[in-house]
Structure formats: structure tokens, C-alpha cells
Nanobody, 122 residues
Framework: QVQLVESGGGLVQPGGSLRLSCAAS????????MGWYRQAPGKQRELVVA???????NYADSVKGRFTISRDNAKNTVYLQMNSLKPEDTAVYYCNAEVATWQNRYRYLEVWGQGTLVTVSS
């Protein structure tokens, strides 16, 4: 009923920048939180940053000052601007959202995107 589609991943040199986008579509009544997680090879998936519809954000310490999340609530879209990228930022980045649908407006479901690969390497 709800899909998240990510774009913007790729290969970038250390110190470079990338911007990820994630658009939600489907039978959406409301989205509470949207954010980004990442999973590096051999590691567990971890929170990068999340933002509520009211503008509260929660950043991982490892990305504070380098990554910035923004939301366009009218478009059900979230962006992740990544600056000063480091090799340790290499991972598959997943979009995540807590969504209430028109079919069930009183319950938020967790939805995941398919992931987009970010590789930071010279």
C-alpha cells in the first residue's frame, strides 16, 4: 500500500558530497517520522538520522555536522545531504518511514525502501 523509493547513491571520493532522496507513495494518510538508516558490509543496520513531521531530528554522533536531513511534507519526501564523506560512510542507505494509511488512520506502520548504495573511495 505504501512504497518508498530512494535515489541518489553512487561513488564519491573522500571529502565529497552526495544527496539522497526518498519519496513515499501510495495510500498515505499521514507520515510521522522519516529517516535514514545504513548498513555497512558485515555490520548491523544503524540509524543515521530521523526527522518527525514537526521538525525534531535525531542524528547519529558519527554524522553530526556533516549530514543534514530535510523533509518536504507536502511531497512526502525526505532528503539526506551528505558532506565531507568518509570511507567509513560506505554502506547501503535505507529510507524508513512511519506511515498511517487511509485504510488504517490510527496505526503507524514501519515501511522501508529498497536501499541505495553509497561508496566513498578514492
Amino acid at each position: 500500500q505504501v512504497q518508498l523509493v530512494e535515489s541518489g547513491g553512487g561513488l564519491v571520493q573522500p571529502g565529497g558530497s552526495l544527496r539522497l532522496s526518498c519519496a513515499a507513495s501510495g495510500s498515505i494518510f499521514n507520515i510521522h517520522a522519516m529517516g535514514w538508516y545504513r548498513q555497512a558490509p558485515g555490520k548491523q543496520r544503524e540509524l543515521v538520522v530521523a526527522a518527525t513531521s514537526g521538525g525534531r531530528t535525531n542524528y547519529a554522533d558519527s554524522v553530526k555536522g556533516r549530514f543534514t536531513i530535510s523533509r518536504d511534507n507536502a511531497k512526502n519526501t525526505v532528503y539526506l545531504q551528505m558532506n565531507s564523506l568518509k570511507p567509513e560512510d560506505t554502506a547501503v542507505y535505507y529510507c524508513n518511514a512511519e506511515v498511517a494509511t487511509w485504510q488504517n488512520r490510527y496505526r503507524y506502520l514501519e515501511v522501508w525502501g529498497q536501499g541505495t548504495l553509497v561508496t566513498v573511495s578514492s
